[in-house]
């Protein structure tokens, strides 16, 4: 019997496209745990300037161009390190490069920042390490074996201690597309897919009921089950979801994490709301004649835009923010979300110049709010995004 389809009984699934628009191929490890999914598509044509003799609309031909636009947003989740995060193509969607996996070790020494390790690391300036339920970030190579981290752990490893597998997501100067998978029950409802998802903008909040990324951007169409024709996506049908396996949805409080901000970083307890947003200007090529779909993407300048609002006190750590921003000096800005090992995020912007901050006093404690500090590097350096 025909009924009402309900707003829950969908799954979604994420996988990285070889080419622009063709759809790449899912297992039940690619599913995410996706909030919502909203997508748009729309006809452009212009206006009909005929004259028919009346007033009446006489319809607009069809193929023309189409424009389609998604948002989608999803939690911070468990990972099992094997392979990468089911939401991993969309970080690298937004960002571009192809993920660094580190695979661990054992940790030899550690003072000061200075992390050693029993073997030759392998790690590149930028790369994530984990240890001990913390993430941190390689500042600089010391050695073959020894690196300087971005910030000190809070608790310090003892020599014999294992550092964890990490992925860490940077930017590059071309961006993949993704396809984005929505399958709903029952079997029999339309299911949906994008292909050609490019991704113009993520935002990464910190501090909310629950640890939650959002991604924007344009796709170059969105098929469906029910009208879908043979050679849509560079598809002979429609793809069937995977079998489905277990799916964990353990997801992260929001509360939960470290923030290290400044010059020389300092772990700031007193955050109340931070976001990082990375804006890629993306332009797709969509006006060309003989399709009336985007053939690629074409991003522009990457903006990457930290914010954050924390309660003002009196010690050294809060007035070196302030005097950063006054003298437009460039401070460090990490965020850590979750406090354990296979739910762990970190955030990594090198080099910020903060704006001044915004006094608020609306409330009972005065708050410093830090707006839109843009962050800056040398070639394609601006930010990494890693999971341990």
Known sequence: MSSYISSNANRFYTALESAYGQVGSIGAENRIPAVKLTIQQQLTAGARKDKTGSR??????????????????????????????????LFQAALG???????????????????????AHGLIAGQAVNCGGEIRFVAAIVDASTVVLNAPFAVAPNAGATAGATITYTPATELPSASIFDYWSPATAMQRLLCGAAVDQMEILVNGDYHETRFKGAAQDVLDSATFAGGAGELTQFPEEPALAAFDYSIVPGNMGQAWLGTSPSQFFTLSAASVVVKNDIDLRAREFGSNVPRAIAPGQRSVIAAFDLYSRDDEATHGLYEAARQESPISVMFQLGEVAGQLMGVYLRSVIPDLPEFDDGENRLQWRFRGGRAQGSVDDEVAVAFA
């Open 97 to 119: 490069a192809a993920p660094q996996r580190f695979a661990g070790g054992t940790v030899a020494s550690y003072a000061a920042g200075r992390l050693g390790f029993a073997g």
């Open 56 to 89: 009446t609309f006489g319809g607009q031909p069809a193929g023309g161009r189409r424009r389609t636009a998604f948002e989608l947003r999803t939690y911070l989740t468990n990972w099992d390190k094997s392979g990468e995060p089911g939401y991993g193509p």
